[in-house]
């Protein structure tokens, strides 16, 4: 068998052998020290090995945060198969196109998704088996199978042929698909067990560490990490960032992990009285970027660096962090270790110098190899490099900052238009909670900014005034191009089950509410 230290699952091993006793992950009541951990992933790769006896098939894994989920997500992989990593909150047709992409032989699934699943299963024919992972409830389904079941009668074995090696896919991530269907995005042992050991660098990650989960599902880079460095992970299913405070405050935790989203409102809402991070030394944001003003509030108000990194699906996925210690609010930081990056022209591909912006290139051994159906190493030129599809600029120091998504920008007489670059000075409005920017066609200037905004409880004092207000506050304070032309209130911005802001569907939405109500030249008019 390929060596253990070099394969995603050696992960656990290598945290039993160093940390047995130590708790690795811990929900509510229940809780898995390193050494469990290990012996469930060992059983449930047995039972695996018996469901599924083809080498490198897949294995879809889906669970709301549980421990059950670092179970299956490693156990697929200890039986010689393919983890592909499901996001829980799913509806039936995102559901059926990734499952249907990677092709799942089994899927390892909460309850809630299997009630989504079942509907399902005539158009998955590569579909063998269901079992169930995650939380136990009541109304749980008659008759399935658990995980555990199987693997409390499952006697073993031993992975066919002589098993994986470093460079063999261990696990298929899909991308958000905020700019169209999902891709399955093929991730080596390599390329997942470098990253985990960038990340724990990074994030000053080590046995001592007690972080934080706060995301809506578990993402395998914060499990990966926390393994690597032999941390504790605490997992917080409450949504209300309140409760991520009293969780770390119990836990005696180091880093706290959440959504931009929530720690906007953990910033700006008010608290309970003497509400404090008793021992998080570091609050991490990650899924999108952290507003500026946000991340100085958060600080101010808690006494604790917030910081934020970079990465995609595509590279396992982290490249930049920013240093969890003296961070630069706005920045993603800079690279991690043996990591490249560069910025190049969106039109020429030339090479720009430091403070220009441009197209975001990456090159590091966190690289995927592939999307499902292309071949090896077709994303990436001669030379390695990936283009990543985002607009960014470095500073004098190496740090990165991401202006936006290059399929979010649009122009407006030929200017290169950000969207973030409206929103930051939006955000800066009083009445401003959020806001999200998006283009809009216009036969005068090709398309225009709208906004959606989100007011504060003062601002919503004001809401009859308060669209005209936004839009002469912005237009003060940028260049024509970037004007906003129209402006949606809103209670809130809709977002995807895994907080992304998704600006076409956003976009989208609002030109056909407008065609609805008014004429195309009323829609945009300024």
């Known amino acids: 068998m390929a060596d253990a230290a070099a394969r995603l699952d050696g992960l656990v091993a290598e945290a039993a052998r160093a940390h047995p006793d130590r708790t690795a992950i811990t929900a509510g009541e229940r809780s898995l020290d390193f050494a469990t951990l290990e012996e469930q992933v060992e059983a449930a790769a047995g039972a695996l090995r018996g469901l599924l006896p083809e080498p490198g098939a897949a294995v879809a894994v889906s669970s709301v945060l549980d421990p059950d989920f670092a179970v299956a997500y490693y156990a697929a992989v200890r039986a010689g198969l393919v983890t592909a990593v499901v996001n829980p909150l799913l509806r039936e047709e995102g559901l059926l196109h990734v499952l249907a992409l990677c092709e799942a032989r089994v899927a390892l699934v909460d309850a809630g998704l299997y009630e989504r699943l079942l509907p399902l299963r005539g158009k998955l024919p590569h ?69 985990a050991a960038q990340v724990a660098e990074a994030h000053l990650l080590d046995s001592r560490s007690v972080t934080v989960n706060h995301l809506p599902t578990y993402h395998p880079m914060h499990l990966n990490s926390a393994l690597r460095a032999g941390a ?22 180091t880093h706290l992990y959440s959504l931009p989203v929530r720690l906007a409102r953990l910033a700006t809402a008010p608290l309970p009285d003497g509400l404090a991070l008793t021992s998080v030394r570091y609050v991490a944001s990650g899924g999108s970027a952290l507003a500026p003003q946000a991340a100085r509030a958060l600080t101010e108000r808690f006494g604790v660096p917030v910081f ?5 699906a595509e590279t396992s996925p982290l490249t930049h962090s920013d240093d969890p210690e003296q961070p630069a609010h706005g920045s993603v930081g800079r690279t991690v270790r043996d990591t490249e990056c560069r910025i190049v022209d969106t039109g020429t591909g030339e090479v720009l110098p430091q403070g220009a912006s441009g197209e975001v290139q990456l090159r590091g051994p966190q690289v995927m190899k592939g999307y499902i159906g292309r071949a090896d190493g077709s994303e990436v030129d001669a030379d390695g490099w990936l283009t990543t599809g985002d607009v960014g600029r470095l500073d004098e120091s190496g740090r990165l900052f991401v202006v936006d998504r290059l399929r979010d920008t649009f122009k407006c007489d030929n200017f290169l238009v950000a969207p973030s670059e409206i929103e930051q000075v ?17 036969e005068r200037h090709g398309a225009v900014a709208a906004a959606f905004v989100v007011l504060t409880e003062e601002g919503r004092r004001h809401a009859g005034e308060a669209a005209r207000a936004l839009v002469s506050y912005v237009a003060e304070r940028v260049p024509y191009y970037q004007h906003v032309h129209h402006v949606e ?29 008014r004429t195309p030249e009323e829609a945009v008019a300024s």
């Open 127 to 195: 579909l063998r088996h269901i079992v169930l992972i995650g939380p136990v409830t009541a109304d749980a389904p008659v008759g399935v199978p658990t995980l555990a079941e199987l693997a409390g009668g499952a006697h073993g074995g031993t992975v066919p042929g002589p098993g994986p090696g470093a460079d063999d896919v261990a696990c298929v991530q899909f991308t958000s698909g905020t700019t169209g269907l999902p891709k399955g995005v093929r991730l080596t042992h390599r390329n997942l067990t470098a990253n």
């Open 232 to 253: 504790t992970q605490v997992l917080c299913t409450a949504p209300d960032p309140v409760d991520a405070v009293h969780a770390a405050n119990r836990a005696g935790a």
């Open 308 to 312: 934020q990194g970079y990465g995609l």
């Open 426 to 442: 939006a955000a800066r409005h009083p009445w401003v909670r959020e806001t999200v920017v998006v283009g809009l066609p216009d």
């Open 489 to 517: 209130l809103v209670d809130a911005v809709e977002r995807s089950g895994n907080g992304k802001i998704q600006r076409r569907l956003l976009r989208d939405a609002l030109l056909a509410r407008l065609a609805a109500a």
